[in-house]
């Protein structure tokens, strides 16, 4: 079932993909980048979903940080901070961002690296910019996913994030990711997926801006 959206969806989408090659090889995206990201794929349906019943948001910033912020979270962060306390310490005093606010950042994009979402976030903004209701939005933020691929910053498969095209344990838009992300543990990567030393490094990159 990777495609279960109609026939005339598809054609439309066919066509999309052809006029953003030309759109996206005018910013540098290669030939070889498109092929091996874009060739086969189709739009992802329940991203589509997501994005036409998304409610505004209407809460208030207390009702959303009561919902967001429980007993549990608090205490899980505690010992996280005890935890990663060396390599916290050292981003801090780098950085000049409060450990507790790093830490804070991380709870609230990704539960701490529990929940970054699974979609292929290439997949979903080539969905998003060809169909969804913020097309130009999305459009820019495929083009910097590209770049990341294209650069070797991380494949296609390591792309993996929400529905709306955030990545990894940050939380970032692929063109945030392009300004902000940190290599910090200087391995030639930066890791916002798995590698702890760069998620800190990179909200602290972000936060202190």
């Given at each position: 079932r990777d495609f279960c959206l109609s026939r005339g969806l598809g054609d439309v989408y066919k066509r999309q993909v052809k006029s953003f090659r030309k759109r996206a090889s005018l910013q540098g995206i290669s030939y070889n980048t498109l092929?091996?990201?874009?060739?086969?794929?189709?739009?992802?349906?329940?991203?589509?979903?997501?994005?036409?019943?998304?409610?505004?948001?209407?809460?208030?910033?207390?009702?959303?940080?009561?919902?967001?912020?429980?007993?549990?979270?608090?205490?899980?962060?505690?010992?996280?901070?005890?935890?990663?306390?060396?390599?916290?310490?050292e981003i801090e005093q780098r950085y000049g961002v409060p450990k507790e606010i790093i830490v804070a950042i991380w709870a609230m994009e990704s539960d701490f690296?529990?929940?970054?979402?699974?979609?292929?976030?290439?997949?979903?903004?080539?969905?998003?910019?060809?169909?969804?209701?913020?097309?130009?939005?999305?459009?820019?933020?495929?083009?910097a996913a590209l770049w990341i691929v294209q650069n070797r910053y991380a494949s296609k498969k390591e792309m993996v994030g929400s529905w709306a095209g955030a990545i990894g344990q940050a939380q970032f838009m692929p063109s945030s990711f392009l300004k902000y992300a940190i290599d910090h543990n200087v391995d030639?990567?930066?890791?916002?997926?798995?590698?702890?030393?760069?998620?800190?490094?990179?909200?602290?990159?972000?936060?202190?801006t």
């Open positions: 092929a091996s990201t874009l060739n086969g794929m189709r739009p992802d349906p329940k991203v589509l979903e997501l994005d036409s019943s998304q409610p505004e948001f209407t809460k208030s910033i207390w009702n959303y940080l009561d919902n967001a912020i429980s007993k549990s979270r608090l205490k899980k962060g505690r010992k996280l901070l005890i935890k990663h306390k060396v390599i916290l310490k690296g529990a929940n970054y979402g699974s979609k292929n976030v290439i997949r979903s903004l080539a969905t998003l910019a060809f169909h969804g209701k913020r097309p130009e939005f999305a459009e820019q933020e495929l083009i030639g990567k930066r890791d916002l997926w798995k590698t702890l030393p760069d998620v800190f490094a990179s909200i602290a990159s972000l936060s202190e």
